[in-house]
């Protein structure tokens, strides 16, 4: 269109805003500016998205002194006489998201993401974002944008204010027409920050301290949102030049800090994920999962059904006790309807995705599968038939899978006729909210399995970690050192209750005992007899599982439960325990001793880095970035603090161990 000057952002694959590429948008910004025949301008993104916002990878150095930033290509758009439109498509992200507000316009793609997720990597939006958005929808709006940093569609930015228009068709389009049209609009930066419609400007200091109230603590994750929030309070008490300037120091202060330092570990870790043996296995060849099996219709069985059916792919459970049927049809149900209840789905979606979900008895329905995933009861054997019967129903390019969580998958391969075809999908409970996923390589599956498999995961929305086939793979192996290391600490004469203490005041979201409690000492039980004993000097274990405490399940464990406190969740100490460790320690000859938080904090972290560094040694795990993702998505581990094997190498800690 005459008089209108596109600039595209075109920096594969997600348009990130380095500071070399910001250099030549700057130069674009400036030659438009001084082209008199270019009356407005258009910014729109390549690739399939606006931008993913600054790069990354730039905030690991110092900023040389005349580095260009995405603040410089703001302030040029910011200064220029001319109307700029937004046309956003895709994603459109942190610094990018700071771009498209300092146009006069925003017109968004009914694809568009419109997201500010600088405070998932311990930032705050620094290039502008929260300074302008608390004067385009307000403070408190602004602030829960910001604060959650989540992406929000089209559709939703528009009912916050964030957009001019949302279009059903092309977004490059319709901002083309506006800019040929409309006339420059007063820029944010002269606007006044307001807290929110109908909310008087004296209520600003309330929202504020309602906002520091309900963020974490900053030793405790909670550091980025309070300096976000202190920005923001920038925007609604000083001129919009000193606003900037704070949100810049603020914005500094916390790219040095550990907590964005770990954070920035964790989505560059999580990036790496899929790279194996040198190949990208999120592109290479893999053959898509358009619908899914599943054997077993347990607890297990049922969660990975539903994250069957919320990905979209349709999924046949097969399961012959019809108890069993009953029971999973009623969690799948029970599942969609409370989903319905939040808000998260409507009727139709809900029911829609439930009958995507087929129960039978009638394993010739697995027929047209692309992944089958047993789910049936822990024991070899059993197993070893279920896959027998599977390779007899299963197409032949169908992946085989099994959710063991400590068996040898290569036992099972060995009875089918695909070995390569065989590995293993490690789901953790509840399988269709947990976000971690084990993909675990047998001796001969093949590189297009694990391709699968990976692909898979990222349509399931998960983390998907490859591990060797060792017992408990990564995550459950580590957690077998760490809760023995718990327990030598109670037979020390240390209460359950004062380990857990510890260990949720460092950031996990429970203590080891009532871990254990969740997932059933009976299991725990089990699984130390399958490895051929464990390694407590004391019988605890087995007098509880003898006497029936095993757990939540049954009310008692490490810890009593009762159903009306913390709706039968929360762990109640019980000096019956800690007099049982007492009694065993003294036969076993274990003298109590005096140990600070300090030790217990570190002895149990080093247990957890100890056979993580074993388990990278013998390629179990492949990198330790690898283990910090299981231990963030799998157990609780806070990201903050980046992952056992990132804590234990940057903050040389565990001094006390
Ligand atoms: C910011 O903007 C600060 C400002 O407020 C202030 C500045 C002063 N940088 O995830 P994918 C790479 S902070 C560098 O697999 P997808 C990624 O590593 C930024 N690299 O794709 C990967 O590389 P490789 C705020 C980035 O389609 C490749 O791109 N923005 C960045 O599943 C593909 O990524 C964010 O936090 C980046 N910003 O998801 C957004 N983004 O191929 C972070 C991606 O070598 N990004 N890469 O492994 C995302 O959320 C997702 O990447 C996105 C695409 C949704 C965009």
Redesign the pocket.
């Known amino acids: 269109m005459d008089g209108v000057r596109v600039i595209t952002l075109d920096n594969p694959?997600?348009n990130?805003l380095s500071l070399a590429y910001c250099a030549k948008l700057l130069a674009a910004v400036e030659a438009a500016e001084r082209d008199a025949a270019v009356e407005a301008v258009v910014v729109s993104g390549a690739n399939g998205?606006f931008s993913?916002?600054?790069?990354?990878?730039d905030f690991r150095n110092e900023l040389p002194a005349d580095a260009i930033?995405?603040?410089d290509v703001i302030a040029a758009v910011e200064r220029s006489g001319k109307p700029y439109v937004a046309a956003i498509d895709g994603?459109c992200?942190?610094?990018g998201l700071?771009l498209a507000l300092a146009c006069d316009y925003r017109v968004a793609s009914a694809r568009a993401k419109l997201g500010l997720?600088?405070i998932?990597?311990g930032?705050l939006?620094?290039?502008g974002?929260t300074q302008r958005l608390p004067r385009l929808i307000g403070a408190r709006a602004a602030l829960e944008f910001m604060l959650k940093g989540s992406s929000v569609t089209a559709r939703r930015a528009l009912e916050l204010g964030i957009l001019d228009e949302a279009v059903d068709g092309d977004a490059l389009e319709r901002a083309l027409a506006l800019a040929a049209t409309a006339p420059a609009k007063r820029r944010l930066s002269t606007r006044e920050a307001f807290i929110g419609d109908d909310i008087p400007l004296q209520a600003g200091p309330y929202v504020l301290a309602q906002a520091h109230a309900m963020a974490p603590p900053e030793e405790r994750g909670g550091l980025a949102a309070h300096k976000l929030i202190d920005a923001v309070q920038a925007a609604v008490e000083l001129p919009f030049a000193f606003g900037l300037g704070r949100e810049a120091r603020l914005?500094d202060q916390l790219v040095r800090s550990e907590p964005s330092l770990a954070l920035r570990h964790v989505f560059?870790a999580e990036?790496e994920l899929p790279k194996v043996d040198g190949i990208d296995l999120s592109r290479a060849a893999a053959n898509a999962v358009k619908s899914a099996g599943v054997v077993g219709a347990g607890t297990m069985g049922s969660g990975i059904a539903i994250a069957f059916a919320q990905a979209g792919i349709p999924v046949v459970v097969v399961d012959t006790d019809d108890d069993a049927v009953d029971r999973a049809r009623q969690t799948v149900m029970g599942m969609f309807m409370y989903q319905v209840q939040k808000g998260r789905l409507t009727q139709e979606e809900a029911w829609q995705r439930a009958q995507s979900i087929a129960f039978t008895d009638d394993w010739s329905r697995l027929g047209e599968a692309d992944v089958i995933v047993e789910a049936v009861f822990e024991d070899l054997d059993v197993k070893r038939d279920v896959f027998r019967k599977l390779d007899g129903v299963a197409k032949t390019a169908a992946v085989l899978a099994t959710n063991t969580s400590t068996l040898d998958v290569d036992k099972m391969a060995e009875v089918t006729k695909r070995p390569d075809r065989v590995l293993g999908l490690h789901f953790f409970v509840p399988a269709n909210i947990m976000p971690l996923l084990e993909v675990v390589r047998g001796n001969k599956t093949s590189q297009e399995s694990l391709a699968t498999a990976f692909r898979l995961g990222k349509a399931l929305r998960k983390k998907a970690v490859l591990s060797g086939n060792a017992f408990g793979f990564i995550g459950n192996r580590m957690i077998f050192d760490y809760l023995g290391e718990a327990t030598a600490l109670a037979e020390e004469g240390v209460a359950p209750a004062r380990v857990d203490a510890v260990m949720k005041g460092f950031g996990f979201p429970m203590g080891p005992f009532a871990m254990s409690d969740l997932s059933g000492l009976d299991v725990g039980a089990a699984i130390a007899k399958a490895r051929g004993g464990s390694s407590a000097r004391t019988d605890v274990l087995e007098q509880l599982v003898a006497r029936r405490r095993l757990g939540q399940k049954t009310m008692a464990g490490y810890f009593k439960y009762d159903k009306s406190v913390g709706k039968g969740r929360e762990p109640i100490p019980d000096p019956e325990v800690e007099t049982m460790f007492a009694d065993a320690a003294r036969r076993a000859g274990i003298a109590p001793r005096d140990v600070s938080d300090d030790e217990i904090r570190d002895r149990l972290l080093r247990a957890l880095v100890e056979r993580g560094r074993r388990l990278l040694e013998e390629g179990v795990a492949l990198r330790p970035g690898d283990v910090d993702i299981v231990y963030v998505y799998g157990y609780g581990f806070p990201p903050y603090r980046g992952g056992p094997m990132w804590y234990a190498q940057e903050v040389g800690a565990l001094s006390h161990a």
């Open positions: 694959p997600v990130a998205l993913a916002g600054a790069d990354v990878n930033t995405i603040r994603n992200l942190g610094g700071e997720p600088e998932k990597l930032l939006p620094g290039a974002g914005f560059f990036r």
